[in-house]
């Protein structure tokens, strides 16, 4: 499968305690076009880039301590973050609270399937914003014809 670059933008924070996830991560990453990454080990790490500023697409494992404290913050801060979480086998994705806007990948990760993922997840934030300001918009023309 030939990877395309991106179309779109995208802030994305990776956490994972493994080295070579988050580095595997950063080549996809930057494979699809994308430049502006923070890659953390920790949930604590991560949470103090999310102080920083927000992301539109967080991947992070399931098997991170408070993993799921991490998400929630994120989206409180920016509702249209979109989320890959990464898990290690099937049967582990029953345990899973799902969140709207998020998407699961099981490791081993591969190189396609990530590209595309990363791809479809910020795609899919930039639609819903366009479709969001399209009702700003509608809303306030219907308040100045009325």
Known sequence: ME???RIIHGRILVVDRDEWCREFLSQVIKLVGFEEFRLADTVEEA??????SPFDLVITDFKLPDYHVLLENCRQRSPSTRFILMIHQ??????????????????PLSLDEMARKIQDALLQRHRWEME?????????AFRLWT
């Open 47 to 52: 949470m103090a880039a999310l102080q920083e």
């Open 90 to 107: 099937r049967n582990q994705s029953q345990q899973i609270n799902y969140m709207e806007r998020m998407d699961i990948v099981v490791k």
């Open 3 to 5: 990877i395309q670059k």
């Open 132 to 140: 969001e300001k399209l009702r700003r918009l509608k809303k306030e």
